[in-house]
């Protein structure tokens, strides 16, 4: 099983969380992981990541993390059809 965060990703976030600005770059343009918005957001999606692998921790104490990505340059041909981790918080979890 695949798990995404329910947030959006580093080079989609359009600035809809107060005191995150946006890191979406302009269309044609690369996303500056070095701007301090970007290494905010990325700061936010990393507690984000740590509270989601706490809860697993808690409530499915089986569960193993076997890898972690913080950053997905393509998904192919469109990201699968999202099931959500019942009480999971900030997860979604992704299948194909």
């Known amino acids: 099983m695949i798990v995404e965060l329910r947030d959006l990703p580093l080079a989609r976030y359009d600035g ?7 890191t979406r770059p302009e269309r044609g343009e690369r996303i500056d992981l ?4 970007a290494q905010a957001y990325g700061r936010y999606l ?3 990541r740590e509270g989601l692998k ?13 890898r972690e990505f913080e950053i997905v340059a393509h998904w192919g041909e469109g990201p699968p059809r999202p099931l959500v981790v ?7 979890a992704i299948s194909r």
């Open 34 to 37: 070095q701007a301090p918005a």
């Open 16 to 22: 809809r969380i107060p005191g995150y600005p946006t």
């Open 54 to 66: 706490g809860w697993l921790r808690r409530n499915a104490p089986n569960a193993q993390v076997v």
């Open 46 to 48: 990393a507690e984000q």
């Open 86 to 92: 019942a009480g999971g918080p900030g997860g979604e």
